[in-house]
T-cell receptor
C-alpha cells in the first residue's frame, strides 16, 4: 500500500459547484497533514494545514478522519482559478520527512 | 522578499557530465529538502537536511549528492547524470521542530534533461 494515495482525476467540475477530494494514508502514527496546490509547471504552495477538529478557510474546508486514516478537502462555489492539482501531504512519523501524494487534478469549467 | 531560489531553471546536458543545481533560502530555515517530480509518481524526496552539516537520504537518493555547509544553501550534485534523472526538481525549506512540521516553501523548480 502506498504511504499516501489520491485519486488522480481529472475532475472536471462546472463553475460554482462543490467538489471534494479524499486522500488516504498508511501510517497511523502520522501527526501532520496538509493540502498543497500546484499550478501547471509551477512549484507547490501550501493551501491549508489539516487539524484534528477540521478547519475552514473561506470556501475551503479540510477534515481529518484518524479512524479511517484519510483527509479530505472540500471546495465550495468553485471558481475558474481553482483549477490546479491538489497534493495531499502527510508526515512519516519518526522518519523526519513528509510524503506527498501524486495529486488530484481539478479543472473548473465555465 | 522571503523566497527559495534555484539555479539554473532549465538545463540540458549529456550523460556523465557532472552538474550542480544550487538552492538558496533567505528565511533562516533549518530544514531544507530536494524533491524530484515525475508524471504519475508525484513528488519524491531525494535528500533532506535538518541543519548545517546534517543531511540524510530521502526515498530516491541514488545518483545524487548534497551538502549543507551554510544554513542558507543546499546544492544538489549529480556526479554522473543519466537519462533516468531527467525530471523536474524542486528545492524546499521550512522551519522545523521535532515531529512538528511547518509550511514548506518551494523554489521555482529546475527542469533537467539528460541526453
Amino acid at each position: 500500500r502506498k504511504e499516501v494515495e489520491q485519486d488522480p482525476g481529472p475532475f472536471n467540475v462546472p463553475e460554482g459547484a462543490t467538489v471534494a477530494f479524499n486522500c488516504t494514508y498508511s501510517n497511523s502514527a502520522s501527526q501532520s497533514f496538509f493540502w498543497y496546490r500546484q499550478d501547471c509547471r509551477k512549484e507547490p504552495k501550501l493551501l491549508m494545514s489539516v487539524y484534528s477538529s477540521g478547519n475552514e478557510d473561506g470556501r475551503f474546508t479540510a477534515q481529518l478522519n484518524r479512524a479511517s486514516q484519510y483527509i479530505s478537502l472540500l471546495i465550495r462555489d468553485s471558481k475558474l482559478s481553482d483549477s490546479a492539482t491538489y497534493l495531499c501531504v502527510v508526515d512519516s512519523f519518526g522518519n523526519e520527512k513528509l510524503t506527498f501524494g501524486t495529486g488530484t487534478r481539478l479543472t473548473i469549467i465555465p | 522578499e522571503a523566497q527559495v531560489t534555484q539555479n539554473p531553471r532549465y538545463l540540458i546536458t549529456v550523460t556523465g557530465k557532472k552538474l550542480t543545481v544550487t538552492c538558496s533560502q533567505n528565511m533562516n530555515h533549518e530544514y531544507m529538502s530536494w524533491y524530484r517530480q515525475d508524471p504519475g509518481l508525484g513528488l519524491r524526496q531525494i535528500y533532506y537536511s535538518m541543519n548545517v552539516e546534517v543531511t540524510d537520504k530521502g526515498d530516491v537518493p541514488e545518483g545524487y549528492k548534497v551538502s549543507r555547509k551554510e544554513k542558507r544553501n543546499f546544492p544538489l550534485i549529480l556526479e554522473s547524470p543519466s537519462p533516468n534523472q531527467t525530471s523536474l526538481y524542486f528545492c524546499a525549506s521550512s522551519s522545523y521542530r521535532v515531529d512538528d512540521y511547518n509550511e514548506q516553501f518551494f523554489g521555482p523548480g529546475t527542469r533537467l534533461t539528460v541526453l
